[in-house]
């Protein structure tokens, strides 16, 4: 019997646009579910959508700004009236760099209403339809800054400690009625961001600096997105059905090894 499959479930990933969000839902997919991307990205979230499909796998974009709840009431609704929703990975997110000094008031805002709120909005709107359904498994994307303190990393600590907290309650709330939620803990994961971050920010040692980043995990490099898109496989497939109101760092040995 084969393992580790998502036959015949319906997945919605929000931030599936790109890094992270776009390996899931690519391994999802390949694993046969029907992916439901929300991005607000639009032009990343049909490219993503695109090929998929070219694979003959299956996948529908969902343009939403998961900051705004009527905006995901809306397209969670639009999904659950075709498909029961057997899975929610929340995993869109911004980051942020400064401490409590230097960290402006719009931009604390602006990451509680994505990181926080955005997944607050999301299990507000997926787990009635769940609930009816009889089950269904979350997968909430929190940061090794749920557990660790890092350098200059205030606000998006709050907001991944804030995504660790909902998944523990979420868990507690709902193991009745067979809803399972876990959160995983990426360290530094080679996406599109960081190559951003450090062209802007290092522009001429670009390669001087994602060498100095990827050392600062034990293992000696940054994990990639098809990693963390696996864990996630393996936390929404059947044989993690024993498995609920946990955190997974994936880190390269970060929490453990840097004490």
């Given at each position: ?41 639009h032009e990343a979230g049909e490219r993503v959508v ?80 769940m609930k009816k359904n009889n089950g269904g498994c ?53 996406t599109p961001f960081v190559d951003g971050f450090l ?61």
């Amino acid at each position: 019997m084969e393992t580790f499959t998502l036959n015949n479930k319906t997945a919605v990933v929000t931030g599936g646009g790109s890094g992270i969000g776009e390996a899931i839902a690519k391994k999802f997919a390949a694993r046969g579910a029907f992916v439901h991307l929300l991005d607000f990205n639009h032009e990343a979230g049909e490219r993503v959508v695109k090929e998929i499909s070219e694979k003959k796998q299956t996948a529908m974009f969902h343009h939403c700004d998961v900051s705004k709840q009527n905006d995901v009431i809306a397209a969670i609704g639009s999904i659950a009236q075709q498909h029961p929703i057997d899975i929610l990975i929340n995993n869109a997110g911004v980051a942020h760099i400064g401490n409590v000094e230097n960290t402006a008031e719009q931009d604390f805002d602006r990451l509680y209403a994505i990181n926080v709120k955005g997944v607050y909005n999301c299990l507000h709107a997926v787990i009635p339809h769940m609930k009816k359904n009889n089950g269904g498994c979350i997968v909430n994307m929190a940061s090794i800054a749920s557990v660790v303190g890092l350098a200059d990393r205030f606000a998006y600590s709050m907001t991944k400690g804030a995504v660790l907290a909902m998944t523990y309650s979420v868990a507690k709330d709902y193991i009745k009625y067979g809803i399972r939620c876990n959160a995983i803990l990426p360290a530094r994961i080679h996406t599109p961001f960081v190559d951003g971050f450090l062209a802007k920010n290092y522009p001429g040692k670009e390669k001087e600096m994602f060498e100095k980043l990827s050392q600062s995990q034990p293992i000696g490099r940054m994990g990639e997105p098809d990693e963390v898109a696996a864990l996630a496989l393996y936390l929404c497939s059947d044989e993690a059905s024993f498995i609920t109101g946990s955190g997974y760092p994936i880190d390269g040995g970060f929490i453990t090894l840097n004490s």
